[in-house]
């Protein structure tokens, strides 16, 4: 077994980063992150705007709610290598493929949170934007999901991480990410794309939670002035 | 379509199949024996670590960011970081699954003793118990439903990782979907995502049927409400599947 050198100093082939090749490989790292947040994007866009219409329906009709989080439940489940495997004789080994599988694994955890978010709205507001006069579909785009909003944003935190996470499994079916890179390391025994891979997926998912927790600040104005006001 | 399910059904009901040290039967006992050894480690390292944090109430953000960062950090890398460090086999994907199972079991049987009622404590504390007994007798049987919510979510992701630990030159039934995917063969590649997923979806049922089992009468209603998956960042994690 060959005894780990250290990560600092030791700089060659052999060490676990070697510079030399970090930054002759420059074009390789930045493909690689792009496709990283391209996969990740659409998979969240893509499950959210699945996850805001059955959520809502699972919400505003209970006897919908248990067939939905079963099935997205089951679908969260099943491993991500044996998902994306399901998905191979259908839609080969594609971008679809990755997509399809990494939109199924955000589907429980956004759904979730939708209507655990639509649940926690006081009824004291509920009464107060009917004797408004506001109509059902009103009451839920102008008063119910906005409230929903800082539950939504937990659950779009948890799937993005978890996403940029499973991005890495698709480098075996010819995409990945920085799952490239690791996948790489492994195949070459060469640790330099490996440790670079694995830090470069957890700074993605650490600034992708990050930037979402500012939006979240700038999409609940008001929750930040009852936070002063306390 | 249906051509294609018939081979795969073909595939399933070829004996061959089923027999030897490469056949199903050896690799699902080669599965489970890994997973549940890795969750038993797991299990041995992190409920002590959890529990007295949780009695003692320190590194509480260690505690509960543990398996947050635990979820951002990819069980792919882990593995193929395994097989740098151990060589490639058994022993990488054993390592592997034990560091991936720890962080869903030292936060939820931190957060499930942090829960316990301080005045219950307080009363025990009164009551003459010293701080062992009051971790056993008092507070761990209030943490269980959530400890066992730890323990399904870390089974699972670890049953779920072995049917990758394939990619590190070990069995299991991963073995068929990676070598389905190097020998272009989606039959073997599609039943081996069946058999899979099989093995995931009935460790998820079996462990909550445990989790049921082993909840207090007394708290088995409240118990319902501890899901896998969490609603917020910071609460009880549940890292995807693998």
Redesign the interface.
């Known amino acids: ?1 060959p005894l ?1 050198a250290p990560v600092l100093g030791a700089n060659g082939p052999g060490s676990w980063i070697w510079w030399d090749w970090v930054t002759s490989h420059g074009d390789t790292v930045y493909a690689a992150g792009r496709e990283h947040v391209i996969l990740t994007w659409w998979a969240v866009v893509i499950g959210l705007a699945l996850a805001l219409p059955l959520g809502v329906a699972a919400w505003r009709w209970h006897r919908l709610a248990p067939l939905v989080l079963g099935v997205s439940g ?1 679908i ?8 994306f ?2 998905l ?2 259908v839609t080969g080994l594609s971008r679809t493929t990755s997509e399809i599988g990494l939109v199924g ?1 955000t589907l ?2 956004l759904i ?2 939708v209507i ?1 978010g639509l649940d926690a709205v006081p009824d004291d507001v509920r009464d107060a934007a009917r004797g408004m006069g506001l109509t059902p579909a009103r009451m839920l785009v102008r008063v119910e999901l906005p409230l929903a909003v800082p ?1 939504i944003v ?2 779009v ?2 799937a993005t ?6 991005v ?2 698709t ?3 010819g995409q990945g990410g920085f ?1 490239q890179l ?2 790489d ?2 195949l070459r ?1 060469f ?1 330099t794309p ?1 440790v670079l ?2 830090v470069l ?2 700074a993605l ?2 600034t992708a ?1 990050l930037a979402l927790v500012l939006l979240e600040r700038v999409l609940t104005p008001w929750s930040r002035v009852r936070a002063a006001g306390r | 379509m249906w051509r294609f399910l018939g081979d795969v059904a073909a595939w399933f009901t070829t004996s061959a199949h089923w027999r030897g040290d490469a056949g199903i039967a050896h690799r699902l006992a080669e599965h489970m024996a890994m997973s549940g050894a890795a969750t038993v480690t797991a299990l041995a390292v992190a409920l002590p670590v959890g529990l007295v944090l949780g009695h003692t109430g320190r590194y509480g953000l260690l505690a509960v960011n543990v398996s947050n960062v635990g979820r951002a950090v990819p069980s792919f890398a882990v593995l193929v970081l395994g097989a740098q460090l151990f060589g490639i086999g058994a022993k990488p994907a054993y390592v592997a699954l034990v560091a991936l199972a720890v962080p869903p079991i030292v936060t939820n049987s931190y957060t499930g003793v942090r829960q316990v009622d301080r005045d219950v404590v307080a009363a025990a504390r009164g009551m003459g118990m010293g701080e062992a007994r009051i971790l056993l007798r008092v507070e761990m049987p209030v943490a269980v439903p959530l400890v066992m919510a730890g323990v399904r979510t870390a089974g699972v992701q670890v049953v779920a990782t072995a049917g990758l630990a394939a990619i590190v030159a070990w069995g299991g039934l991963g073995r068929f979907i990676i070598d389905g995917l190097a020998q272009g063969d989606t039959v073997q590649l599609f039943s081996g995502a069946l058999l899979v997923a099989a093995v995931s979806l009935s460790t998820e049922v079996g462990l909550g049927l445990v989790q049921r089992a082993l909840t207090p009468a007394g708290l088995r209603a409240a118990s319902t409400a501890q899901r896998r998956v969490p609603v917020a960042p910071g609460a009880a994690p549940a890292p995807g599947a693998s």
């Open positions: 077994m780990p089951v969260y489940t099943v491993p991500a290598i044996a998902l495997a399901l191979v004789p694994y429980l955890i979730r949170n655990a539950a937990a659950g935190r948890i991480v978890t996403v940029i996470g499973l890495t499994v480098a075996l079916i799952g690791i996948y390391g492994l025994d640790r490996l891979g694995t997926s957890v998912a650490a939670d």
